[in-house]
């Protein structure tokens, strides 16, 4: 497959520890906060999305946290799996009135090692 | 039930030629979007559709164009093609335009030489 991003900072994580991605956004508006994972060659795939009315959700093995005050977002990974390997994207959603768009971060590899 | 689907996956194109892509959203979609990755960034929102009509554009110049048929699928047109144009060209669908929501395709892997 072809890879989404040659110079993208990287994570990397012993198989079985936890992950843990920052974001920062720009736009106060942003009406709520998606995670995405991008594997080489495919598009990207929801993970876990969050309202900017709240400061944390959990899903099955991720938890998004959000502070508003510092414009920071973080996805947490437990128990880590190689299968988690993939570039990971936030994206902010904001309403133009007619439009819902998406703006993305610039990502971050996760390079899970056994 | 198949996802999103784009085609074609990859092309080549040169400098100056205009070019279509295309994007079957998944069924009973009513929302179509268009986004460019760059490699090495996040991918950057060109144009939102929904129920045919244009809700939305990003900031991208009038080379760039849409439309939604009335099946719902769409087109991505680009004209006078530059090599700065290279890049990964995705569609998401959505029922409503949420992008809650939405799929992506895996997208048309556009060449410019």
């Known amino acids: 497959g072809e890879s989404v991003g040659l110079h993208l900072p990287t994570l990397s994580v012993q198989e079985g520890d936890n992950s843990i991605i920052n974001c920062a956004y720009s736009?106060?508006?942003?009406?709520?906060f998606i995670w995405y994972k991008q594997e080489s060659g495919k598009g990207p795939q929801f993970i876990i999305d969050?309202?900017?009315?709240?400061d944390k959700r959990q899903g099955q093995r991720v938890t998004v946290l959000l502070n508003k005050t510092v414009k920071h977002l973080s996805l947490q990974i437990a128990a880590t799996q190689p299968g988690d390997s993939a570039v990971y994207f936030c994206?902010?959603?904001?309403?133009?009135?007619?439009?819902?768009?998406?703006?993305f971060g610039t990502g971050t590899r996760l390079q899970v090692t056994l | 039930d198949a996802g999103v689907t784009q085609s074609p996956t990859h092309l080549i194109k040169t400098r100056g030629q205009h070019v279509t892509l295309r994007c079957s959203p998944i069924?009973?979609?009513?929302?179509v979007s268009w986004y460019q990755q760059v490699l090495g960034q996040g991918p950057q929102f060109i144009f939102q559709?929904?129920?045919?009509?244009?809700?939305g554009r990003g900031n991208f110049p009038d080379r760039f164009s849409a439309r939604q048929f009335p099946n719902y699928s769409s087109e991505l047109n680009v004209n006078a093609l530059l090599l700065g144009d290279s890049a990964l060209y995705l569609c998401?669908?959505?029922?409503?335009?949420?992008?809650?929501?939405?799929?992506f395709g895996q997208g048309t892997r556009l060449t410019v030489v």
């Open positions: 998401a669908s959505s029922l409503r335009g949420m992008n809650t929501e939405a799929f």
């Open positions: 736009n106060s508006a942003s009406d709520y």
């Open positions: 969050i309202r900017s009315n709240m």
């Open positions: 994206a902010e959603n904001i309403n133009t009135g007619t439009a819902s768009k998406l703006t």
């Open positions: 069924s009973g979609h009513k929302s």
């Open positions: 559709y929904y129920e045919k009509e244009e809700r």
